[in-house]
């Protein structure tokens, strides 16, 4: 009905409008998605026939954004990182990649956190990125730009990373769809930093969108030959999937308790599976969660099977130079001198203090393999769990620092590797995005897409911010 060179058109137009504002796309390239655009609607006019094209380019003239860790051949790929202000990708990550042979048009590159290990995206090179339904609060991280830029209708689809929750915070926080995927399926070449040793099997690249639907149709393209894994092509039941809930971790001392109208939204998310399917939803206490920080740091900072270490954050904050001294860090940051976030030399700070107990961190890293049967058991092929995506909404710029562990709720499953996908659910009482976690066992991926999809319909899914 429209042409592609007119969509792009109103997905540029939209970004100059709002991104003033919301400070997520950091870098653009309109004339070359606009020349990109106008090669499609060429193709689209002497292509043998629709069926052939969509077979072929699947996302053919679709705008996408994409998380600036990522390279982009000819945009900047600094992780936020100041002694990286010069690197310019010469290639494309296999994601993008992929996205690109599909046919999918990128309008540039958006906002994240330092070296993308915070859930505040604020970093020394583009700034602040704001919540596009309150623009003094934060937008997570550390995707967090293109969780802002989808909330604000400035792109239809994207790409995020998650380690800790990566994807999950900004599209919870901003009220759009995330997925995280199951283990070792989407390739995670080409982002910086990418991760080494242990930490391979913990970061994930995945798609985010505003609408549900997107999610399946994103992933099969990011992973390629390996979606055969996934069981996308599997007919999903409602009405079979045993449904577990949990309202809280159990009260760790780390995290602050899960609010209000959280917990309120989860209640109606039960309620209504239980009156419109007919099913008994369970409630579950997994007693380990409530070690979910704990459990995670020790996790992240094992040895692999081979006996390599994982990476200091420190070695990356140096970025092949020096690793850096975060303590030496701090005072030039109290003088105004650091080229580094807080957030960033306080994990520093964080790493070297985990170091100091290796006799813990070994327990921890064995409840976590405990924890990994015990949920894999609990769910098996058929289940799936509500669980909490963040104790709070959306928290008020720089907050974070007072709760720097609250991420755990996400984290959890990163260590655990299993699908999640981060559900929207309206909007509190403050007009701010609520939402849910869907967790599967390990490669059921096609289970939480399919509930996401459902919830959408009965919930409403993305709101346009401002519209209430």
Not at 126 to 131: D, Q
Request: aromatic share 8%; with cysteine.
């Amino acid at each position: 009905q429209v042409s592609c060179i007119e969509v792009v058109e109103a997905y540029v137009e939209r970004i100059k409008e709002v991104n003033p504002l919301i400070n997520a796309v950091v870098k653009d390239r309109f004339e070359e998605a606009l020349q990109e655009a106008q090669q499609v609607d060429k193709l689209l006019l002497e292509s043998p026939g629709d069926d052939y094209l969509e077979e072929k380019f699947p996302l053919l003239g679709v705008p996408i954004t994409v998380k600036e860790a990522f390279s982009l051949h000819g945009m900047p790929n600094t992780s936020g990182l100041v002694n990286r202000c010069n690197v310019i990708a010469t290639s494309d990550a296999a994601v993008v990649s992929r996205l690109k042979q599909a046919g999918a048009i990128p309008l540039g590159v958006t906002n994240c956190s330092e070296l993308c290990m915070w859930y505040e995206s604020s970093n020394r090179v583009y700034g602040r990125t704001n919540n596009p339904y309150d623009l003094q609060r934060i937008a997570g991280g550390s995707s967090g730009g293109e969780g802002s830029v989808l909330a604000a209708a400035c792109s239809v689809i994207g790409v995020g990373s998650d380690i800790g929750g990566s994807i999950r915070m900004p599209a919870f926080f901003n009220g759009v769809f995330g997925h995280k995927p199951s283990t070792g399926v989407v390739p995670n070449d080409g982002q910086f930093p990418n991760a080494q040793g242990v930490r391979t099997s913990f970061l994930c690249t995945g798609p985010m969108c505003r609408y549900a639907e997107d999610l399946e149709l994103m992933l099969r393209v990011m992973a390629g030959p390996g979606v055969n894994r996934l069981k996308l092509n599997e007919k999903v039941s409602l009405q079979k999937i045993k449904f577990h809930c949990m309202d809280h971790d159990g009260g760790s001392i780390f995290v602050s308790p899960v609010d209000k109208e959280i917990l309120q939204a989860q209640k109606k998310v039960v309620e209504h599976l239980e009156g419109e399917l007919g099913i008994q939803v369970r409630r579950v206490a997994i007693h380990k969660m409530k070690y979910s920080f704990q459990i995670w740091s020790a996790m992240m900072s094992s040895k692999d099977s081979n006996g390599q270490e994982a990476q200091m954050f420190t070695e990356l904050l140096g970025d092949h130079g020096k690793p850096v001294w975060p303590l030496w860090e701090l005072v030039k940051w109290l003088l105004g001198l650091s080229s580094h976030t807080l957030p960033a030399i306080a994990l520093g700070l964080t790493e070297k203090l985990m170091k100091l107990n290796p006799g813990g961190n070994a327990k921890l890293v064995s409840m976590g393999k405990s924890l990994q049967e015990e949920v894999e058991a609990l769910l098996g092929p058929d289940g799936v769990l509500l669980y909490p995506s963040h104790p709070t909404v959306a928290p008020r710029h720089n907050c974070p620092i007072c709760m720097p562990f609250n991420f755990a709720y996400t984290a959890i499953f990163n260590v655990l590797g299993l699908p999640v996908t981060q559900c929207p659910l309206g909007l509190s009482s403050e007009g701010l995005p609520l939402g849910i976690q869907l967790v599967a066992a390990s490669y059921n991926d096609h289970l939480t897409l399919a509930v996401a999809q459902y919830l959408e319909k009965a919930f409403g899914g993305w709101v346009l911010p401002g519209k209430v």
